[in-house]
């Protein structure tokens, strides 16, 4: 079982339950004292209910004593140092970022992100682009350049002096789609970056959208179809690759075998067959042309448009002719969009690595910002300007004017002070001779509001505890049961499965717990039809089942082909049904004759009651040991550690 899975089941055990509620004053009052440290009443008020909210209800004072258990074991892990290894802290670390995420992020901007999403996840858009590639960093000259270029070419579409693919061919960067017009075929969300995909879905279909940015640059669209959105389908196919360099000899050798193999397909081929003899797609050739399933936006388009063109399960196309040659493709199978219902998960864990979630983020920062009264001094802000030189972050300057104002303020936020030294620390992480920028201007100003944002989330991780009850219990929950799986695995879990002295002690001193009931003391023989009665007087002998196979050898030495097996075995009652129903506590008792083959049992006779071997009982016997350890431990602890109980504090919790 995997350590996270152990850890589970001790925070199900020991779990801080999750109240929507505030901690009150009652809640501080102290419960116990274990050694040095205070228990609150609040602490084991959260884990009793919690813990009682089933069937198996325990009183208060029946659940204190497992509590007391538990806190015993942390105290002891805490006095060992193990909440100050690297190893500790690293871990205990990665679950309290997971429990941070709900408190940074705006439930109202991730609900409207959600339906947005999903209404735009009704309908395929098809779309045709205008690129020119501007950098995130470009200093203002380069932009503006780009953009009245942008600018000119959507005038001299609108006025009628060249087509919107004209353009494409002519000015789009982006040399893919360039030469198709700028055709970028259908797409759904999630596809493309956020705010382009924003522009397809939020123009009509036959318009242009206005100019907008992304981080390639300057964009345009053309909206040339807008579709309900065909789901997801599953189709095989079988194809012939035809090279873009390819000589007309070469094309038309491709028609020609295209065409042959539907008209073999035509006169009730195999389809899988087929594709296994002929596809150039060697991927799913093997696999009778079988491909994984597949939305809007993930083939060609006329790849795409013919597979979702098909309407019943085995249909297949005519040759399809896309870029990569020709397709004959069959359809397997086909699922209907879902409901918001049924991929609201889906959505939600796609928006949490789409540019989108920035909004849900953003919403919170500005929140916060304004709760704890961000202040910003852009005087000193405007100094780090010249931080850099104009052309590499390697060339790192202090010069007199900064360091004057290197212990100013540059931002508060709540009781922090950011100082100037500050910011201008967390700029040296840039430096280094591969990082260059075209305006260090823009540069250090972007490169504040990340900074400025990242100080707003860690101030507010510091008040997370302070502000939220439910928060601080849930780590002091995860801390516990981290320290409390570790510590018990050194004292009992992992201690139990190595110290085979121990357990072997632990075994002579309880092995007469662990006793065999009433069983007989068995030989089966399995042996030709033709030596069973011989093999009977050897069975007779009652001899260990290696004498009795050496014996039966020798009876058929110069008969090779004659198999014999000899097993000694114990058996209980239950093992065996029919040696059950002989009733016979001596003798021979047939089992199977069939085959040419006799199987039968040679009871010897009825074996007294005793102890199981520790071999035959290890898995149990290292159970009870690990449990026997564990309680010897909790009564060292119960030396060690005075513990006190408020009687009157217990006495209130209901």
């Known amino acids: 079982m995997k350590r996270l899975s152990l850890i589970a089941l001790f925070l199900i055990f020991y779990t801080v339950v999750s109240f929507a509620q505030k901690a009150n004053n009652d809640d501080d009052k102290v419960l116990m004292t274990i050694g040095n440290t205070k228990v609150t009443k609040g602490e084991f008020s959260r884990i009793y209910h919690k813990n009682n909210s089933n069937s198996d209800v325990k009183s208060v004072n029946e659940y204190l004593t497992l509590f007391e258990n538990f806190k015993l074991k942390v105290i002891e892990a805490e ?34 992100l959600i339906k947005e999403a999903y209404e735009r996840s009704k309908y395929d858009v098809r779309v045709s682009h205008i690129l020119l590639k501007v950098k995130p960093d470009a200093i203002p000259a380069d932009t503006l350049k780009a953009y009245k270029k942008m600018k000119s070419i959507l005038a001299s579409i609108n006025s009628g002096k060249i087509t919107f693919e004209e353009a494409a061919k002519k000015n789009s960067v982006d040399t893919y789609t360039a030469v198709k017009g700028g055709d970028l075929g259908y797409f759904t969300v999630f596809q493309m970056v956020y705010n382009f995909e924003s522009a397809a879905y939020n123009t009509e279909v036959g318009k242009m959208s206005k100019i907008f940015r992304t ?160 202040k910003v001094f852009n005087k000193e802000l405007k100094v780090l300007f010249k931080y850099y030189d104009n052309k590499a972050l390697d060339n790192v300057k202090l010069n007199d004017s900064i360091a004057k104002t290197y212990t100013n303020v540059l931002m508060t936020l709540g009781d922090t002070t950011i100082y100037v030294k500050d910011f201008a620390h967390y700029l ?77 002690e632990f075994y002579n001193k309880t092995k007469n717990k662990y006793m065999w009931g009433d069983r007989l003391d068995v030989s089966l023989y399995t042996v030709p039809v033709k030596y069973y009665k011989k093999s009977l007087k050897i069975a007779k002998k009652s001899l260990p089942a290696t004498d009795a196979y050496n014996e039966l050898n020798k009876l058929a030495k110069k008969d090779t082909s004659a198999i014999f097996v000899v097993e000694d075995v114990k058996l209980s009652r239950g093992d065996n049904e029919k040696i059950d129903n002989a009733g016979v506590e001596k003798g021979i008792v047939e089992l199977e004759n069939a085959d040419g083959v006799v199987k039968y049992a040679y009871i010897k006779g009825k074996l007294a ?37 408020n009687k009157d504090v217990l006495n209130s919790i209901k």
């Open 609 to 645: 009651p005793m102890p199981k071997e520790l071999n035959e009982i290890k898995g149990l016997m290292t159970a009870d040991y690990q449990n026997f350890l564990e309680k010897e431990w909790i009564k060292e602890l119960r030396n060690k550690y005075k513990i006190e109980v």
């Open 215 to 374: 981080k390639f640059g300057y964009h345009i669209l053309k909206v040339t179809d807008k579709r309900p959105a065909f789901g997801e389908v599953k189709v095989a196919h079988i194809m012939i690759a035809v090279p873009s360099n390819a000589d007309d000899k070469t094309k038309k050798e491709a028609v020609d075998k295209v065409n042959d193999i539907y008209a073999q397909l035509q006169k009730g081929s195999d389809f899988a067959e087929l594709a296994k003899k002929y596809s150039d797609d060697k991927g799913s050739a093997t696999k009778g042309g079988e491909l994984s399933w597949f939305g809007t936006g993930r083939m060609v388009p006329e790849f795409e448009i013919a597979a979702f063109g098909l309407k019943n399960k085995g249909d297949y196309t005519k040759p399809v002719k896309t870029s990569f040659g020709w397709h004959i493709i069959k359809l397997i199978d086909k699922k209907e969009p879902k409901s918001l219902e049924d991929q609201k998960e889906y959505v939600k864990s796609k928006l949490s690595k789409d540019a989108r979630a920035k909004q849900s983020r953003t919403a919170v920062i500005k929140r916060l910002a304004k709760e704890y009264n961000r």
């Open 79 to 112: 006095n060992q140092g193990l909440d100050t290894l690297k190893k500790f802290k690293r871990e205990l670390d990665g679950y309290i970022r997971q429990l941070e995420k709900p408190y940074f992020t705006d439930s109202t901007v991730d609900e409207r």
């Open 428 to 504: 040296r992480r840039f430096a280094g001779k591969d990082v260059r920028v075209d305006n260090p201007d823009i540069f250090v100003y972007n490169k504040f509001k990340h900074y400025s944002d990242d100080v707003v989330i860690a101030y507010e991780r510091t008040k997370l505890a302070e502000k939220y009850p439910d928060f601080k219990y849930l780590v002091k929950e995860y801390h516990d049961g981290i320290l409390l799986f570790d510590l018990t695995d050194k004292m009992v879990w992992s201690k139990a499965v190595k110290d085979s002295a121990g357990l072997a």
